[in-house]
């Protein structure tokens, strides 16, 4: 088996003359925890989407654990081991909790529900509808949606978004629990940094559509470009 649980390989994608992602290279250990940072508009969510299949790579190529995945569609990498979240919650209010796991456990092989209404504590609240849910929960559910079937690899869109900062330390914890005892491999897009730096082994910087930098997040916040593109004076 391959290092790397997920690979992108010279990620091209472009919007008319805009490059959006131009010719991006990253790799993630397994059970490592990634951040992914930049401005906005630095081709962060578009490398989400792209190395998910919601968005063609016109360039490169998408490994998942050692496998091409460029020509799979998003539901065949699912059913591969790989799973996603939204900037926006992607889950349906007239629905309960537990009925939104069952509908997504339609998707995979092996999904153990209860377990994971356990470990997003949601268990207390699986008979409600989600609309009657506090938002923090809401995010709590839709990580667990994304956690059905325990994907090899995560690809987190700003969980956090919208979240308390106590709310966002927590469900950092969770995660970096899960990818201890669970071994998934996460990639996060996140623009909380104390989130970022608090749980991920490396990130990754990227401006413009291009990889910036690489590094443990200390040498990410001494790096004078980092900082001049992004950080700021404050990092």
Not at 18 to 34: H, N, T, Y
Not at 187 to 193: C, F, R, S, T, Y
Request: include cysteine.
């Amino acid at each position: 088996m391959s290092a790397y649980a997920i690979e992108g390989v010279g990620l091209t994608r472009r919007f008319g003359g805009f490059a959006a992602l131009d010719g991006v290279d990253i790799a993630v250990k397994q059970g490592e925890i990634r951040g992914l940072i930049g401005p906005n508009g630095a081709g962060k969510s578009t490398l989400i989407d792209v190395l998910s299949g919601r968005a063609p790579n016109r360039g490169g190529k998408v490994l998942l654990n050692g496998e091409d995945i460029s020509d799979l569609t998003p539901q065949e990498r699912r059913r591969r081991g790989m799973a996603r979240s939204f900037q926006r919650t992607n889950i349906f209010p007239e629905l309960t909790v537990e009925q939104q796991l069952r509908v997504a456990s339609w998707a995979v092989a092996g999904a153990d529900i209860d377990e994971v209404m356990d470990e997003l504590h949601l268990t207390a609240m699986a008979d409600v509808v989600a609309a009657e849910i506090s938002y923090g929960d809401q995010r709590h559910l839709d990580l667990a949606l994304a956690l059905v079937g325990r994907p090899t690899v995560l690809l987190l869109d700003e969980p956090a978004a919208g979240l308390t900062m106590e709310e966002s330390l927590s469900l950092a914890r969770i995660l970096r629990d899960l990818a201890n005892r669970w071994h998934v491999t996460v990639l996060l897009v996140e623009h909380d940094m104390q989130v970022v730096f608090s749980i991920c082994d490396r990130v990754t910087v990227l401006h413009l559509g291009r990889s910036l930098s690489e590094g443990t997040c200390d040498e990410i916040r001494a790096d004078p470009t980092v900082v001049a593109a992004y950080l700021g004076t404050e990092a």
